[in-house]
């Protein structure tokens, strides 16, 4: 157990350590008077340290701040760069395509392979890209309401989907409520969106048979609200209530192409009706995708056949503009490859044993969840089951102080909740020096 005063010492002294170490960063702030709240957009502002570090470059997994200071970097852009920062393949194709035009709102001839790398690596035969992985699960959503004829979806307690409306609806003592952070939102979304908690097979079979839910909207292990693994055999319940009750099933793998070549569904089952995958394909160029099964797409065809022409409320001017289209060929075709998984995982693996044996060793009742290459320590004694109990099971001034004193150490983790990445340019030397941090930060909040 560690103790409340004991974090706020750590704290206190992390960030003055910070003030005397990052001038510039404070003198950039100062200078950034154009930006509402200094930053360029909000969540810039959600890291612990006093003022966000200012990036200057990054290359491979190794991020340099404007004060020259050097970072091992395992929050890789929130899984934008989850496959390293700056590829030589990527880089080299986007200066190429810069040189040929950016967004023509038309099809080019990159595109046709890409399409089949898509279908090859996730499994689903037709694809649509998207501008964000927020727009891609906006747009199945809309499908799924089109083509079923059905008003609800379901989610689960805790999920995030990006910014979709939809997806903002938590439980409170059991009770559906408004997610109260959600800014200008002026009508009820509980009418239309059905939450439960993630592994509870009794709610969610009550839930489907009710027969007016279009679809359920799942990440197939939660990585939102810390790490939620999925129990024994719930994924294969939800694809058999999903298939009986004539709901279609999508995965938002945006975080969990973690798990393994082709995502989690691929790599571990079961394989949903429709997918979405963002960030990560593209290299960090604003770009997503998703997929759909046959079926679903003469579904989709046959709805667009009874409509009439004009808006459908799908897409946005910049959808699948060229420059996306081939970060994603240059990703998918020479960096995202089997071989790269083999060295995440093989990386991830020494972190947990690492991370496992510096919490046994100080005897903290903390443990570590694993999703592929991504990683996360939980200052909890037992896995929560779902979001609730990992929403209750979250410290976050602990989580802050442990933050704070890793990036004062050339060691940065994502701002929210303690989830580490691991890339196929992530060498063991910067592995081991997390793992090293940890315990002298361990050791630092035992003082």
């Avoid at 590829?87 to 967004?103: D, F, M, T, W, Y």
């Avoid at 038309?106 to 089949?116: C, D, F």
């Avoid at 939102?185 to 007016?212: K, S, Y």
Wanted: glycine residues 10%; hydrophobic residues 45%; proline residues 6%.
């Amino acid at each position: 157990m560690i103790a409340d005063a004991a974090i706020a010492r750590v704290a206190a002294r992390e960030a003055d350590r910070f003030r005397a170490a990052n001038p510039r960063a404070f003198a950039h702030r100062a200078a950034a008077t154009g930006w509402f709240q200094s930053v360029p957009f909000h969540w810039m502002q959600d890291w612990p340290s006093p003022v966000p570090i200012v990036a200057a470059s990054a290359k491979d997994a190794t991020l340099t701040s404007i004060d020259g200071q050097s970072y091992d970097d395992f929050c890789l852009g929130d899984t934008a760069s989850l496959f390293g920062h700056s590829p030589p393949a990527l880089a080299a194709a986007l200066a190429r395509q810069a040189s040929e035009g950016l967004s023509y709102m038309l099809p080019t001839e990159r595109g046709a392979a890409l399409s089949e790398r898509l279908s090859a690596m996730f499994g689903l035969p037709q694809w649509q890209v998207t501008t964000t992985a927020s727009e891609a699960n906006r747009a199945v959503i809309r499908w799924c309401r089109g083509i079923s004829g059905r008003p609800k979806i379901l989610t689960f307690n805790g999920a995030y989907h990006g910014a979709v409306d939809d997806g903002f609806v938590d439980l409170k003592d059991g009770a559906p409520v408004m997610r109260a952070s959600l800014v200008g939102q002026v009508h009820d979304l509980r009418g239309t969106t059905t939450v439960i908690e993630f592994n509870d097979e009794a709610a969610l079979a009550a839930a489907l048979r009710g027969g007016d839910i279009a679809c359920v909207l799942a990440e197939p292990v939660m990585t939102n609200v810390g790490m939620v693994r999925d129990a024994p055999g719930f994924l294969q319940r939800l694809r058999e209530l999903c298939d009986q009750t004539g709901t279609l099933l999508i995965f938002d793998e945006t975080h969990t192409i973690s798990s393994g070549y082709g995502g989690h569904g691929r790599t571990h089952g079961p394989v949903p009706d429709l997918m979405v995958v963002g960030k990560s394909i593209g290299g960090g160029v604003p770009c997503a995708v998703y997929g759909f099964s046959a079926e679903v797409a003469e579904r989709m065809a046959a709805l667009n056949r009874s409509r009439p022409p004009g808006h459908s409320g799908i897409g946005t001017t910049l959808s699948a503009n060229a420059l996306a289209i081939t970060a994603m060929d240059a990703m998918l075709g020479q960096v995202i490859t089997p071989a790269a998984y083999d060295h995440m995982l093989r990386g991830a693996a020494r972190l947990v044993g690492g991370l496992e044996r510096q919490i046994a060793d100080a005897g903290l009742d903390w443990h570590v969840t694993q999703v592929g290459a991504r990683v996360e320590f939980l200052t909890c004694p037992t896995p929560p089951r779902n979001g609730g109990e990992a929403k209750a099971a979250m410290h976050p001034a602990l989580e802050a102080a442990t933050h704070l004193f890793l990036a004062n150490r050339g060691i940065l983790l994502a701002p929210f909740h303690n989830m580490m990445l691991v890339s196929p340019v992530t060498s063991d030397a910067q592995i081991d020096r997390l793992v090293g941090g940890f315990a002298d930060c361990i050791k630092a909040l035992k003082e």
